[in-house]
């Protein structure tokens, strides 16, 4: 993928952006674990929305492992 993914992208350019298999993320997008919405039969995501979602994710296990930490 170029150093410059689009604004809107598809499930293809998504998967190879997160770099992940498109069946996992096929799977996450129709069970609403990922921002996205369907165009017609196509999936749709906006980068802003997924690296926000990624920034939460990281926040979110960074959290539960600062619980989980014994001192």
Known sequence: ????P???MTISEVAEYLR????????????GKIP???VGR???FRREALDLWLD???AQDDH????????
């Open 64 to 71: 539960k492992q600062s619980a989980t930490s014994v001192d």
């Open 42 to 44: 196509h999936w749709r």
């Open 6 to 8: 689009p604004a809107v």
């Open 36 to 38: 996205c919405q369907k």
């Open 56 to 58: 939460a994710s990281r």
């Open 20 to 31: 992940i298999p498109r069946a996992s993320l096929y799977k996450l997008a129709q069970r």
């Open 1 to 4: 993928m170029n150093q410059n």
